[in-house]
């Protein structure tokens, strides 16, 4: 069995379960900002700001450790993030937060390691675009579209319609603006997120060759 160094993977996991606890916090909160007239509450969650970061650490521990240790990462982030989001948020959204991060980063995990023999950028940016979609979609449709109520109540404000991404005509439940927006910003954050990536390759240590 291969063994990985405690007190490396210990920081990585605990950094993943503050940024999913926190994420799964904030996403119930709208943006409440009004800038020239434009309600960011009805495109923005606080959530949207905060989660890219889960790729942030998945990826320098798939560069560093290799894809099985990324993958110890996800699986003990996803269980202690579960039980401090049934805390932290309402059951319906621990639920959606947590198949999504799953899914989400396991599939950052795999595109990553397919990537990781490109320019330094390609890799962390490709995967957690691609993740950040799948998450995104699994996320929003499970914590709020109608159709998933047995999962708990719905929230009678992202359902209620208004102006897709309180800009066009054309009206949409609030929950699809609120995911469009969030996907913007992840993405946003996500590009941002190279720059921490890339400095931090230097400090990290040989980045592990081998498929796992």
């Keep these: 069995m291969r063994s990985f160094p405690l007190v490396p993977m210990a920081g990585f996991i605990a950094a ?21 007239g434009y309600d960011f509450a009805d495109l923005l969650t606080w959530g949207a700001f905060t989660y890219p970061v889960a790729f942030l650490v998945t990826d320098l521990t798939n560069r560093r450790f290799g894809p099985s240790a990324a993958r110890i990462v996800v699986f003990a982030g996803f269980a202690l993030a579960v039980l401090l989001s049934v805390v932290l948020a309402t059951p319906r959204i621990a639920i959606a937060s947590g198949t999504a991060f799953l899914a989400a980063q396991l599939l950052d995990v795999a595109v990553f390691n397919r990537l990781r023999e490109r320019q330094w950028w390609q890799a962390p940016l490709i995967s957690s675009v691609l993740g950040s979609v799948l998450d995104t979609f699994i996320f929003f449709t499970l914590a709020f579209a109608p159709a998933f109520a047995m999962l708990g109540a719905n929230d009678a404000f992202a359902i209620e319609t208004s102006a897709l991404l309180g800009l066009f005509a054309t009206e949409a439940p609030r929950w699809v603006s609120w995911a469009l927006g969030d996907l913007g910003v ?4 996500g590009l941002a997120m ?15 060759l081998a498929a796992d």
Excluded: D, E, I
């Design 16 to 36: 993943m379960c503050a940024v999913v606890a926190a994420s799964n916090h904030l996403v119930q909160f709208p943006v409440q900002v009004t800038v020239g």
């Design 186 to 189: 992840k993405l946003l954050v």
């Design 194 to 208: 190279l720059v921490p990536y890339g400095l931090l390759l230097s400090v990290s240590g040989p980045r592990r």
